[in-house]
């Protein structure tokens, strides 16, 4: 009976790996990760501007060139800024067909006002580069009045000065707030949209595996070999060894993608700041590593678990279809269970402390989804996820112990009619 069960998971297993459609899938898959984290070293790399800095040409007719660029530095400095290019070029002007990518401030005296300023530029350019050089423009004409007040040149430099401002929170919820919404997102992205997808794919594959042999009647043939038990279990270890080897194949095209990146990165020039380093930067700082690191056994059986329970799931609801369109019908409940699971996990974040999502943490089958960014922002501790993981667990043994018995009655039942009380009357029979 075991050789008929390793063959019924290796036919199975082999009927989805070794398509062409899983190589091709696989290759683009590489080929994405690899672009992802690479991508601002491939768009350098093919001549694209991506870390090009805004250049902002100054044309100086009042003699306030420093002030203007040191006083608009400051500014891209508070906003953690870096790509303003500030270069003072009176030429420019009467060039004007030559302007492509710069913005031009021009800076005229003014008999009654003693400052006029003009802003040119081929296309029209962002609101904050806008508001940044009307500011600094203000300073300016504020300098230009002082210099006529009879002030030294200290004083006048102290009062054109930017102010020099701190911030201070007492609600120290409210000023994690913001880096909290973005650790969540980048969590729920990374843990939960690979999962999601998995288990859509492996819902599918399922479906389609035990429809098809319903179809062409090879059921009676296999069924007739070995029990229904060893059937079922044979479709649920398949369907598990597919998405884990699925899931082992995206960290090692994550892992080619971060190998490549160091390579670049040694031998490019872009600044190390990049998008990538300050989401990492941002992570390790809010401590996800550390908190992965403390959970993540707990993490890997909440997983295991949970594609138990929808690999079981979509097996019992195949076995009790006879074609695969009456399938997706039937499959519509778990497709949407995984939809609010995953909304929830995208809310959960802008809802800080809600007791109703921390309860739909617990849940089985939605608990994957919404409990594992729940404690890496630190919204459930790793004692909560332990006894959602253990409740995902429970309900796993229980769906097998049901599920099996709908399985016996619908691997064989090729009739639509009275599908539900036929389940139902199954359920109470233990063999």
């Known amino acids: 009976m075991k050789n008929k069960f390793k063959y019924l998971v290796k036919y199975s297993l082999k009927k989805k790996i070794d398509t062409k459609w899983f190589k091709i899938v696989n290759v683009l898959l590489l080929i994405l990760l690899v672009f992802l984290v690479n991508m601002d070293y491939l768009i350098n790399l093919f001549g694209g501007d991506?870390?090009?800095?805004?250049?902002?040409?100054?044309?100086?007719?009042?003699?306030?060139?420093?002030?203007?660029?040191?006083?608009?530095?400051?500014l891209a400095k508070e906003m953690e800024s870096e790509e303003y290019e500030i270069i003072l070029d009176n030429s420019i002007i009467k060039q004007e067909d030559k302007i492509d990518d710069e913005v031009v401030v021009v800076?005229?005296?003014?008999?009654?006002?003693?400052?006029?300023?003009?802003?040119?530029s081929f296309d029209t350019i962002s609101r904050t580069?806008?508001?940044m050089?009307?500011?600094?423009?203000?300073?300016?004409?504020?300098?230009?009045?002082?210099?006529?007040?009879?002030?030294?040149?200290?004083?006048?430099?102290?009062?054109?000065?930017?102010?020099?401002?701190?911030e201070k929170i007492l609600n120290e919820e409210a000023q994690d707030n913001t880096t909290k919404q973005n650790v969540g997102s980048i969590v729920t992205t990374v843990l939960i949209v690979p999962f999601f997808i998995l288990i859509v794919t492996m819902v599918q594959m399922l479906g389609a595996e035990i429809n098809d042999e319903k179809t062409s009647?090879?059921?009676?043939?296999?069924?007739?070999?070995?029990?229904?038990?060893?059937?079922?279990?044979?479709?649920?270890?398949?369907?598990?060894s597919y998405v884990l080897i699925q899931g082992i194949l995206l960290l090692i095209y994550m892992g080619i993608a971060m190998f490549l990146r160091s390579i670049l990165s040694s031998a490019s020039t872009i600044a190390s700041s990049g998008m990538?380093?300050?989401?990492?930067?941002?992570?390790?700082?809010?401590?996800?590593?550390?908190?992965l690191a403390r959970g993540s056994v707990i993490l890997i059986i909440l997983f295991i678990a949970s594609f138990i329970a929808y690999a079981i799931v979509a097996s019992v609801l195949a076995s009790m279809t006879t074609n695969i369109e009456d399938f997706q019908q039937l499959q519509t409940p778990l497709m949407i269970i995984m939809m609010v699971g995953y909304y929830v996990a995208l809310m959960a974040v802008m809802f800080d402390g809600s007791i109703f999502i921390e309860i739909l943490a617990y849940i089985p089958l939605l608990s994957v989804m919404i409990a594992?960014?729940?404690?890496?922002?630190g919204e459930?501790?790793?004692?909560?996820?332990?006894?959602?993981?253990?409740?995902?667990?429970?309900?796993?043994?229980?769906?097998?112990?049901?599920?099996?018995?709908?399985?016996?009655?619908?691997?064989?039942?090729?009739?639509?009619?009275?599908?539900?009380?036929?389940?139902?009357?199954?359920?109470?029979?233990?063999?």
Request: glycine share 6%.
């Open 129 to 131: 580069t806008y508001e």
């Open 133 to 166: 050089v009307v500011n600094t423009m203000n300073v300016v004409k504020s300098e230009l009045v002082l210099k006529t007040s009879g002030l030294t040149q200290e004083e006048i430099t102290s009062l054109s000065s930017p102010v020099e401002i701190s």
């Open 217 to 240: 009647r090879g059921m009676e043939i296999i069924i007739s070999s070995v029990p229904a038990k060893t059937h079922f279990l044979s479709k649920v270890v398949a369907a598990i």
């Open 372 to 377: 594992p960014p729940l404690y890496l922002i």
């Open 276 to 291: 990538f380093s300050q989401i990492i930067t941002m992570l390790s700082d809010a401590g996800i590593f550390t908190l």
């Open 107 to 120: 800076l005229k005296k003014s008999d009654t006002n003693y400052l006029e300023g003009e802003i040119i």
């Open 50 to 74: 991506f870390e090009d800095k805004e250049k902002i040409v100054v044309v100086d007719e009042v003699g306030s060139y420093d002030t203007f660029k040191t006083y608009f530095n400051s």
């Open 380 to 431: 459930i501790s790793l004692v909560g996820l332990g006894i959602s993981t253990l409740l995902t667990v429970i309900a796993s043994y229980l769906l097998y112990e049901y599920g099996l018995r709908i399985y016996k009655v619908g691997i064989l039942n090729y009739s639509s009619s009275k599908l539900w009380r036929k389940m139902f009357k199954s359920l109470k029979n233990k063999e």
